[in-house]
């Protein structure tokens, strides 16, 4: 019961930071006291002070300001790409497991093919032939991950599609598409949308370091793999241009991979 | 047993076929053309006719399957064609990238296990204790690190605050520290993490309470019994991670310039130099499933009980 207790709370205090970090992704534009993309001369490699409180980069641009747009950048890429291939992968997934059959058998072994392949080297391979981009890095990332979650929820639809609630459901005459939406996808949400969760903080590494090798964001937008990729040049000079990016990604992975985690062992104990 | 390892290498080289057509293919669609590229790199003035006769020189021109067919041919003599940077054959630049990588790769591999396995399995059976609490802490954020970001800030405090190591990782043993480190420690979290739950899965499976009932020393059933049961899903955690090793090295490579077949693909990425980076996917893709193989392989040896 204690323990059970503490699990809850870890859940609730890791989604409330979580909750924030999202909420300043979404202000950043109001919270972000300088424009990002102004340049100064009279300003470059500044440290730290009152005015601009991460210093300010190579340009001038102040680093505190980057970073809160970076946010913008990174979450949303990041939550762009998990909602895009989960709605992709539950759809296929349910669809496979409901009707089975050629469509299954085929999408299957395409999932097949992109799990027998290492994630990040077909990622970097194709984000580079696509030329670089957000658009192309979430592309690259995306074409295997859809893959994980058409599994689970192939899995889980076939776990249930005998169920007596499925057969009355058919017997009563309704569809196929009735029986998926009504009654196959509330039973299957959860554990999709648990593994989806969990998968945020691998994509935000995804993203970032695709952006930090220059196949994803590209200069000037601010992005905090392609940021601290930038500044690396003269950390030497201004560290701060290095150390608060690299400081945002760090908490904001570790906060979602802990969401995740107590997610995990919340459903475990139910 | 011979005849479902058979059966596998078989399904296993029709996935490297598909593979390797899949990646023509990407290749033939992709933006950019190649010819234009090398010309302007030379700095040849691109006229159109100038263009025409690069792309068929360089054998743009000719059919999908033709082009798929020879590329292919090719690769099964250990031909990997010609560089569309410099003219040279592809293969001996994969063969001496691929070398850099692979020890690289290993010493980090290495490094990861000496660390995970004592660590993973002393805090399962420690389980709550201070060093597992420390443990498990420093294995959850050690394992959200991007590689690129531990190895910048390995550099920071090690090249330019201690000034202890070389920056660039060319040739000498004390550059390939710091690379090493940065692929081992998300690598060496991820293990402990994955082996401690594994381990503790074991201590509570009912033959050890029966042999502890028994009698049976605890050290005695750690070592012979829960090891003996827990290598084959240690040696598939293993298997996996090969994967996100190879992704690794690329970004390791190319920040400490490490001479590896993952600097190589960045600089053929710059220079739209396909044959390399169509070699470079093949070749991961062929070492990536081939040890999967032999990881279930042994897995089936170690555990008769495994269903293929």
Redesign the interface.
């Known amino acids: 019961m204690k323990e059970q207790k503490h699990i809850k709370r870890r859940f609730i205090l890791s989604a409330v930071v979580a909750v924030i970090l999202i909420l300043i992704a979404i202000f950043s534009h109001q919270l972000a006291p300088h424009d990002p993309y102004q340049t100064n001369a009279a300003l470059i490699r500044k440290a730290p002070s009152m005015e601009y409180l991460f210093g300010t980069d190579n340009l001038g641009r102040c680093v505190f300001s980057r970073v809160l747009y970076g946010a913008k950048t990174t979450i949303f890429a990041t939550f762009f790409l998990v909602a895009i291939s989960f709605v992709i992968g539950t759809i296929a997934g349910m669809i496979c497991g409901y009707y089975g059959g050629i469509a299954d058998n085929i999408l299957m072994r395409l999932a097949d ?1 992109m799990l ?11 984000a ?4 670089g981009g957000l658009m192309g890095a979430m592309i690259a990332l995306g074409i295997t991950m859809w893959t994980s979650f058409a599994r689970l929820a192939r899995s889980h639809t076939l776990s249930i599609k005998k169920a007596p609630y499925i057969t009355a459901s058919k017997l009563a005459g309704k569809g196929g598409a009735y029986i998926l939406c009504v009654h196959v996808l509330p039973n299957i949400l959860e554990p999709v949308l648990i593994s989806a969760l969990t998968q945020i ?1 691998t994509t935000m ?1 995804g993203i ?2 695709l952006s ?2 220059g ?1 994803g964001v590209v200069a000037p937008e601010a992005e905090w ?1 392609s940021m ?2 930038e500044a ?1 040049a003269y ?2 000079i201004a ?1 701060w241009a ?2 608060y990016p ?1 400081a945002a ?2 908490i904001t ?2 906060v979602f ?2 969401l995740g ?1 107590a997610m995990m062992e919340y459903r475990n104990r139910h | 047993m011979k005849k479902q390892i058979a059966i596998r290498v078989i399904e296993l080289i029709l996935l490297l076929i598909v593979l390797s057509l899949l990646t023509f293919a990407l290749m033939y669609i992709a933006p950019g053309d190649p010819a234009e590229k090398r010309l302007s790199s030379q700095g040849v003035a691109v006229t159109r006719e100038v263009l025409q006769a690069e792309r068929e020189r360089m054998g743009l021109l000719r059919p999908f399957f033709v082009r798929y067919g020879e590329w292919f041919v090719g690769i099964l003599h250990g031909d990997f064609g010609i560089s569309f940077k410099d003219d040279l054959p592809v293969a001996p630049k994969l063969w001496n990238g691929l070398q850099n990588t692979i020890v690289l790769a290993m010493g980090s591999l290495l490094l990861s296990l000496l660390v995970s396995v004592p660590v993973g399995i002393f805090s399962a059976v420690k389980r709550n204790s201070m060093f597992d609490h420390i443990a498990r802490i420093l294995s959850f954020v050690g394992n959200s690190l991007p590689n690129f970001l531990i190895s910048v800030l390995l550099m920071y405090f090690f090249c330019i605050q201690l000034d202890a190591f070389p920056i660039i990782a060319t040739g000498s043993l004390q550059g390939l520290i710091l690379p090493t480190l940065s692929l081992a420690i998300p690598m060496a979290s991820r293990f402990t993490r994955q082996i401690r739950t594994e381990v503790a899965t074991q201590m509570d499976e009912d033959y050890v309470v029966g042999l502890r009932l028994k009698g049976v020393k605890e050290h005695y059933i750690l070592l012979r019994n829960v090891f003996h049961n827990s290598i084959g899903h240690i040696f598939t955690i293993v298997a996996l991670q090969i994967g996100t090793l190879m992704g690794g090295s690329v970004v390791i490579e190319t920040i400490f310039r490490w001479p590896g077949i993952g600097k190589l693909v960045m600089d053929s990425i710059t220079a739209r130099d396909y044959p390399v980076i169509m070699g470079f996917v093949l070749i991961m893709g062929t070492i990536y499933v081939g040890i999967n193989l032999i990881s279930d392989i042994v897995n089936r040896i170690i555990d008769p009980r495994v269903e293929w």
Do not use: K
Not at chain 1, 116 to 126: G, H, T
């Open positions: 093919l027998a392949f290492p994630q990040m080297v077909v990622a970097i391979a194709v580079g032939i696509l030329g903080g590494i970032s370091g930090f090798l196949l793999g601290i990729s690396r950390i030497q560290p290095v150390l690299a990604t760090i992975i570790v991979n802990y985690d």
